[in-house]
């Protein structure tokens, strides 16, 4: 491994994804997936949730109730959580690991940023599991823009490369690179993502919309592919329920929390920041 793992660039920006809560309907079946065949480790268990991630540090939690649905195709909430690898050797060792252990894949891809590997759990929540090339080998446009494409990730090659060693689960270092949304509009997108919040929007594709903070390819992203037009989230879909974003910098955490007061959305004060509800029913909590 790299002594200076690539995925440093993403988490020491101004702000980053700090973790994210899913509801699902078989606990005991997306669990056992996310620890067995994603590898994070379990930190918390029991009848109705549980926590897991990496270093012993919370990254995704589960939790179920009676009440939860299928959320269908076209509504608002997660396209993927992505999780960064530390560099693209960790990459290949959860390829291998991928492969022996019969993993479906769904693709793979080049965004010259990164390279992506994706795949879904067992209810359809996306997963992306990425790494990041090195930041000084991206592509800045004048106005600050980063240059991303989708292009073929030859995943045998990967595979060819990587040491056939036992694979003891993700690395310490993996967090939650960016989070990818699917939204109604991309102009309320960016209303909320960049006047809300304070990114910046760094890479346009037709309909969607990657935004981030410290010049970061994106630390969220918004899609209109499948759910064009929807509307807020009905309680009890399944999916998506809760994000977090963690401000490194503490004047920029000061003003979005200045933002929300302006703008007068509702929030209130918990042990861990501020939360609210973004445009599509989902909570943020902001932390710094």
Known sequence: MSAQPTSDFAFNRPAHV??????????PLVSAYYRDLIGLQVLEQSASGAVLGAGGKPLLTLQTASDVRPAPRQASGLFHTAFLMPDRAALGRWLVHAAHSGVR???????????AIYLSDPEGNGIEIYADRPQKDWTYAADGKVAMDTLPFDLQALYNETPKAAWGGMEDQVAIGHL?????ALPEADRFFEDVLGLKLMCTYPGASFYA???????????????????KREAGFSGLSRYSLHFNDR???DRVNATLDRLEIATRR???????????????????
Do not use: C
């Open 18 to 27: 700090g973790k994210t809560t899913l509801s699902v309907r078989d606990l």
């Open 105 to 115: 894949l769904d693709g793979a891809a080049d965004h010259l940023v990164s390279e």
């Open 180 to 184: 990818h949304l699917k939204v109604g």
């Open 213 to 231: 903070t410290g010049d970061y390819h994106h630390h969220v992203a918004a899609n209109i592919w499948a759910s064009r037009g929807a509307g």
């Open 251 to 253: 004047a920029a955490f």
């Open 270 to 288: 918990s042990a861990e920041g501020t939360v609210f509800t973004d445009p599509w029913g989902m909570q943020v909590t902001i932390t710094g």
